[in-house]
């Protein structure tokens, strides 16, 4: 009997195969991890500040006033520069982008690992302001207080966003030279999937509005060091101008907070539908609309702070016309699921019942905060805490939360079971509904955000308590979360490759993908969403070939 010479192969080690690689889908499953590890610290820190305000009196958990100050600071800049930001565009981004267009990795991979390890490094330096004494500005920094304030924390705090921003541009600079190059053979634009569509446009907003934030702290940080006198009033500099470059840049991060939370709803409609998606061009070009109508906006944050009434009139109007494209996509979303064959799966949950509805309730709650006369009355009251986690935590989270389940399968191999996932849904809905919309009533109220103090009158007790039963609802369903993935890692059965029966790239492939995507070089010759009637549903119409 002969022998089979078989290549003996030596396996990479741990630190070649993942911590090294240029492999777009392990980059962004690494991502991915360290977001939900930045999540649970902001969340703890969200805990902490719920816990203080279960009662209006003396101090509960935090002993000081500054310290609540620096909790609500780090809630606020982790869940932002290192959850929202990066998990909806590197983490996704990453991993679907190059995909999903029939390329086999980004078109920078050595620049895609950088930008990483970038990424860890600036949240390495945004903690370690923990140490150098915990920042207390909030996350916007506003001068004058930001200048005068003491120790070197906020200074490692500025250090960080630097670092996380440069990486944010290395991977938008990715993402749009790998989608306007590298895609596949009748891969036209008309035919990009619309989670692509709406991350390129979130990489144009990442590449044209960062350089304004980065203007903004580092001029800051000349003002506390090296004598400058850009925002400080009495020796003729303009703390206003710091509110411009800032919103010039974080308006716009709301968007990109939440275009590619929308294409994440976009890809997983059609799926659980079984029906094309309803208006694609329309939902593609208004993705393009707020892209750019997101920088004309950034006023409305200002209606309070000293700026011109007139001057704000034009962009109450401009706040007004960007939730134009925004009903766009969610009318077309609504006409898709008409009588469609609606299969309500745990990602089917989040993004129809989860995000359409809760997104809609922040949107308008915005249009009262985009109006002059209503904001002068809200503003800086916890309605506008209401408003911006119904948009950002009710709605991007409950999109990530839906895509996270969607593709699970095809990430790891493994099948979840819909039964915890759905009680994930369910824990979650709850919980974010009990926690933010009674903000709008003790923000109608009065109660002014950024405080630990309170009036127990008009029922602010009763709906604080409410709220912060809800956030522990809420923590619960993260925990729940985890339990749910790591059951599927274990006990979860074989996914097949299209277990959905999707009609994108990705679902070609075996689950989890080989190293580079496709044996063989993909071939488009129809739109993404093209199901047909209910015995075809499974079938594919695209043709693949060489």
Sequence with gaps: MGTVATADVKK????????????????????????????????????????????????????????????????????IFLFMIPMLTAAFGNYLVPIMIGAHDMAFPRMNNLAFWLFVLGGFVFLSSLYFGMPDIGWTAYPPYSIESAGLGLDIWVLGVHILGLSSILGAINIIVTVFNLRAPGMTFNRLPLYVWSSLITAFIQLFGTPALAGAITTLLFDRHFGTHFYDASAGGDPMLYQHLFWFYSHPAVYIMVLPAMGIVSEIIPVFARKPIFGYHAIAYSSIAIGFLGFLV??????????PLATGIPFMVTSMIIAVPSAIKIFNWLATLWRGSNWFTTPMLFVTVGFIGMFTI???????????????????????????????????????????FYWLPKMTGRMYSEKLGKTVFWMYFVGTNLTFFPMHYIGMMGMPRRVFQYDPANGMQIANQIASFGSYLVGAAAIMMVVTIIVSLRSGAKAPANPWGAQTLEWTVSSPPPEHNFIEMPYVTAPPYEFGEAEEQYTPKKSFGA
């Excluded at 240029?22 to 962004?28: A, L, N, P, R």
């Excluded at 506008?384 to 895509?403: E, T």
């Design 362 to 404: 922040g949107g308008l709650g915005g249009i009262f905060l985009g109006t002059v006369p209503v904001d002068i009355h809200m503003h800086d009251t916890y309605f506008v805490v209401a408003h911006f986690h119904y948009v950002l935590f009710g709605g991007s989270m409950m999109a990530v939360l839906g895509g996270l």
């Design 298 to 307: 950034w006023a409305h944050h200002m209606f309070v702070a000293g700026m």
């Design 12 to 79: 990479p080690s741990f630190v070649r195969d993942w911590l090294l690689t240029v492999d777009h889908k392990k980059i962004g499953i690494m991502y991915g991890v360290v977001c939900l590890l930045f999540f649970f610290l902001g969340g703890a820190a969200a805990l902490v500040i719920r816990t203080e305000l279960l009662t209006p009196g003396m101090p509960d958990v935090v002993p000081q006033a500054d310290m609540f100050n620096q909790m609500f600071t780090m809630h606020g800049s982790i869940m």
